[in-house]
C-alpha cells in the first residue's frame, strides 16, 4: 500500500442502496498506473443508472462509482514517473491502445477498456489508482474562473457532445437541434454554436432552456408544453429563417429520457443526422423505417477518443464552451444525497463532488 492517508469514498454496495461512505486502500500503482488526488467528479447520469435503476456495473458491487474526474497525479508507477505532480482530466473512457478496435482508430469500443467507476473504482473519492495512459494534461495556470475542479465535466459531459458532435460534421450550414439542455446538453448547445451552426434546444425546464438561449441556442422550446407537431413546425419555421443550406436536420439526443428520445427520432426529415448521445436503460417504441424513408443516419457513441480531449479542452480554456453556469459543486460527503437529486432529477445543473483536501491534512 502506498502511504496515503485517510483515503475514503462512496461505494455503490447493491443495487438501489444508497451510497456508503468506504475505506479506501490505495495499493501501489503498477508500472503503467498513477494515483490521482481527486479534485472534482461530475455526477453522471450513468452513475445514477447504476445506483438506482439497476444498470449493472461491470466490475462486481461494491464499486465506488464515478467516472468523470480531474485532479493532480500524487503517486506514479515504474514508468509514469513523468506524471508526477501533474494536473490531469481522465479519460472517462481509457482505452487499452493496442487491440483489434484501438488499432482501427475506434478506441472508445475497446474492449480491454477501463471506465473508472464502471471497470473499478472511481472518482466519489479522495483518490482513484487509473492506467496513466488515460490521462489528459491541464496547463496550471488557468483562465479566471476556471479551476481544475471545474474541468471535471469534461471528462465526460463536455466530451461526450463534443465527439457526437464532431461525428457529424457539424458545420455554419447547419442546423443542429439538442434535445436535452442539462447536464450534457448546455454544453452540447454551446459546442454547435461555437462551431458556427444555428442552434435549437429543446427541453422541459424553463431554467435551462433560458440558459441555452444565452449560450448560443438561436430558438428554444419549451417540450412541456409544446407536441411535436408544434416543436416540428417551430424547427421547420427556425430553419427557414436561418437560411443555413445545410441539408437534414443534425439532431443530438442529450437528455437521455425516452421523452426526448422519442422527440428526437421524430424530428427527423431528409437527409437528418441523429446522435443518440444520452443514455437510458428504458425501451421506446419507433418506426425505425422512418430512417429508411427519409434517407437519414442514426449514431451512437461511447465517450470521446483519447486523441480528441486536448481540443476539447482547448474550446473550454477559450471561453467558447461555459462551465461555471452549467455546474454546481457538493461536497464528496454529500455523494449519497447528491446522487438521489440527480435520480428525482432535481439537480438543474451538472453536480460535482469535491472532497476537501485542505480539511483532510489539518
Ligand atoms: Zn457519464
Ligand atoms: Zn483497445
Redesign the pocket.
Known sequence: MTTIAHAYGFQLAAPNAFLEACELLIREPGPEEVVIEVAGC?V????VGFATDGVPTRHPLPLILG??ISGRVVAAGERTGDWLGQSVIVH?VISCGVCPACRAGRPTICRQQFMPGNDGNGGFATHVLVPARGLCPVRELLPRGITLEMLSVV???VT?PYEAIRRSGLGPEDVAVIVGAGG?GGFGVQIAAALGAAVVAIDVDRERLELASRHGAGLVLDASSTDLKGLKGAVRAFVKQSTRQGIGLKIFEMSGTPAGQITAFGLLDHGAYLAVVG?TPKPVELRLSNLMAFDATARGNW?CPPDQYPAALRMVLEGKIALSPFVEFHALDEAPAVIQAAANHSLRRRAILRPNHHEQRH
Open positions: 461530475g453522471c447520469h450513468t452513475d467516472h468523470e472517462a471528462a465526460d459531459a461526450t450534457v443514455f465517450g
